[in-house]
């Protein structure tokens, strides 16, 4: 499954990395409806937040370019900087 895969490698070279041996503390499991085979991705607790900032974000940048947003990427606050996910 492409999101599966697209996640795992995402993970695997960001700062959130899987700590190799550690027990994960979420797993995200996905099946693909086409085949019915379950896909998953181990996260540590690092991961798992990092993950769910990205994804906080990327919903407030999605509202922001709406009409009646304020046009402001969340992930960079409006300075167009690549940069740390801020918190």
Same mark, same amino acid.
């Given at each position: 499954? #492409?999101?599966?895969? #697209? =996640?795992?490698?995402?993970?695997?070279?960001?700062? &959130?990395?899987? $700590?190799?041996? =550690?027990?994960?503390?979420?797993?995200?499991?996905?099946?693909?409806?086409?085949? $019915?085979?379950?896909?998953?991705?181990?996260?540590?607790?690092?991961?798992?937040?990092?993950?769910?900032?990205?994804?906080?974000?990327?919903? #407030?940048?999605?509202?922001?370019?709406?009409?009646? $947003?304020? @046009? =402001?990427? &969340?992930?960079?606050? $409006?300075? @167009?900087?690549?940069?740390?996910?801020?918190?």
């Amino acid at each position: 499954m #492409a999101l599966a895969a #697209a =996640l795992r490698e995402l993970l695997i070279g960001s700062r &959130a990395s899987d $700590g190799e041996g =550690l027990a994960p503390a979420v797993v995200l499991a996905m099946t693909d409806p086409a085949t $019915g085979t379950e896909h998953t991705v181990a996260l540590q607790p690092e991961s798992a937040d990092w993950l769910t900032r990205l994804t906080v974000d990327s919903i #407030a940048s999605c509202r922001n370019a709406h009409s009646g $947003g304020n @046009g =402001l990427c &969340a992930h960079c606050r $409006g300075t @167009g900087r690549a940069g740390l996910v801020q918190q």
